[in-house]
């Protein structure tokens, strides 16, 4: 591997953001303009939303599940076994969910993006739409930007819902809790904040996933040795940023709500 | 018929006494992790002109295809495209440009997730022409190429000589006033090789479009200038007292500078060293 200067390194990291930024604002702008790829749209809302559809729910549902598990099991020291609903509602709703749900569709699909518009890229077929008139980021990443964003949405609400169901089989078949009253704690225990929290993070999830996936796919270079790099770093990336904003969020949201 | 697509009357003309040079380089350069590619390079392509580019590999033949259609933009110097400094485009502007230009890419870059029809159609779909018309249109431009029955397969399913031919008719269907084809014949058989090169003349002799040419094969480019295309036989036949095509000309590249740039008599009459070495 060549060695490479600090000056030359930080040159090519300034760049990346500054190409990444561009990228993404572009995406977003383009929305607002003709011609608008509304096809493209609903067919990456399909492969985004509904293909990630069986993932999110056992995700969800198992998490919820482990959940209510281990959570008993501390809680019923305190005598609290009661607010099992409490704890996986709350942490479902404002945080595993979003989190989790962005994790996975980051696994599935910032790598697809990655390797689909890669591949692209490196059989000219970029430049080939291009040389057609077409603009690629209007044609390939405005529609996985808005329907990453518009499906993740929706993935964390369900994914929110199964965890909490998850969560009441657990207590009501093997900690022998009652359902009524694991339903009532858990939507007790939420609050209009925690909802705002738990369905702001999707929306940055989203974009994160949607802009990183065709940020290393519209930069892959070097054949498919290359289209491989780009997928295993935007997962990486996109994983991280999540993670990250995650935390930037909630800090936020607890510094507006006061929960 | 095949002619039809070439005869077809053009929303928007080009009259060739409207039009100075379709293509001028003016003092273009162009460097690559600081290596130059292309320098200070210079030549023009008048309407309905086939200009021939030829040269070693690695001379710059494809950066120069690519500056000319706006996908790579100049360090220095000035492109214009029908009267248009592309240099000076916004990527907007020149998304409306490249629709009048019709780039065959050196390895196809045939969109793999689309079939045939889907590929030649791509920017009549674009353009919003209805579909029946696109239809029609691309089992023409199919038909030019002799690829009509291969409409519904994929890419995936074609050789490489079906790609390139497919590749011509993606960039023939929306009758562009100017073609680039980047190596048509790179990697191909011999008699595939002559099948494109046959192709290539008759959108030269048949609609007259302008267009710039990159081979690696020398007998490609003496071919193109020596033949001619018979529509009434559907072949390419010499041309009479073994004349010369006047509309193609050659430019010749060597290390990213113009070796030569002139017509068929010049290029065989050269007495520089290297050309005469690089074509015999």
């Not at chain 2, 045939?110 to 018309?133: G, T």
């Amino acid at each position: 591997m060549p060695f490479v200067s600090p000056e030359d390194f930080a040159k090519q990291k300034v760049t990346a953001i500054q190409d990444y930024s561009i990228l993404s604002w572009q995406a977003i702008a383009n929305l607002f303009s003709r011609p608008r790829y509304w096809s493209d749209i609903f067919t990456q809302m399909d492969l985004i939303g509904v293909g990630s559809l069986p993932t999110i729910a056992l995700t969800g549902f198992f998490t919820g599940s482990v959940l209510a598990l281990q959570s008993a099991t501390s809680l019923k020291a305190f005598g609290a076994a009661s607010m099992t609903g409490n704890l996986v509602a709350l942490s479902m709703v404002k945080e595993l969910g979003p989190v989790l749900t962005g994790l996975m569709l980051a696994g599935r699909n910032a790598s697809g993006m990655a390797s689909e518009i890669g591949s692209m890229r490196v059989t000219e077929q970029i430049d080939a739409m291009r040389a057609l008139g077409t603009d690629p980021v209007r044609k390939l990443v405005t529609p996985r930007l808005y329907a990453t964003m518009f499906m993740l949405f929706f993935l964390t609400i369900m994914a929110d819902a199964v965890g909490i169901a998850g969560g009441a089989l657990i207590s009501v078949t093997m900690l022998g809790m009652n359902t009524s009253t694991y339903f009532h704690n858990s939507y007790r225990s939420l609050e209009y904040a925690d909802i705002v929290q738990g369905l702001t993070k999707p929306l940055f999830s989203a974009f994160i996933i949607a802009t990183v996936g065709c940020y290393f796919g519209m930069t892959t270079k070097g054949g498919t040795q290359g289209v491989g790099r780009s997928t295993t770093q935007a997962v990486v990336v996109s994983s991280v940023f999540i993670i990250i904003v995650d935390f930037i969020v909630s800090r936020a949201m607890i510094g507006i709500f006061g929960r | 018929m095949a002619e039809d697509l070439l005869t077809r009357d053009k929303p928007q003309p080009i009259q060739p006494e409207e039009h100075g040079p379709v293509v001028t380089f003016k003092d273009v350069s162009i460097a690559f992790d600081l290596k130059p590619v292309l320098e200070h390079l210079s030549f023009s392509v008048a309407y309905g002109e086939t200009r021939i580019i030829l040269g070693p590999a690695g001379g710059g033949k494809s950066v120069l295809m690519k500056l000319t259609d706006g996908l790579l933009r100049p360090d220095s110097g000035t492109i214009t495209v029908f009267g248009n400094d592309i240099t000076a485009m916004s990527e907007d502007e020149l998304f409306k440009l490249r629709r009048r230009i019709g780039m065959v890419f050196q390895e196809s870059a045939l969109f793999d997730s689309l079939s045939v029809e889907d590929n030649v159609a791509y920017r009549l779909h674009e353009e919003a022409v209805p579909e029946k018309e696109t239809h029609e249109r691309v089992f023409e431009a199919l038909k030019f190429v002799g690829l009509e029955q291969a409409i519904a397969k994929f890419p995936s399913e074609l050789s490489g000589g079906m790609r390139r031919r497919v590749s011509i008719a993606r960039a023939i269907v929306s009758e562009p006033d100017l073609i680039l084809y980047d190596s048509p014949t790179g990697g191909l058989d011999p008699i595939t090789s002559t099948t494109i090169i046959e192709l290539v003349m008759k959108q030269r002799d048949v609609s007259h479009t302008t267009s710039l040419l990159i081979t690696h094969r020398l007998q490609d480019a003496f071919t193109m200038a020596m033949n001619r295309f018979n529509p009434e036989t559907e072949k390419m036949e010499p041309l009479p007292g073994g004349g010369v095509d006047e509309s193609t000309k050659f430019l010749v590249l060597n290390e990213g500078k113009v070796v030569f740039d002139g017509d068929t008599h010049e290029l065989v009459s050269s007495t520089d060293p290297w050309l005469r070495q690089y074509l015999s």
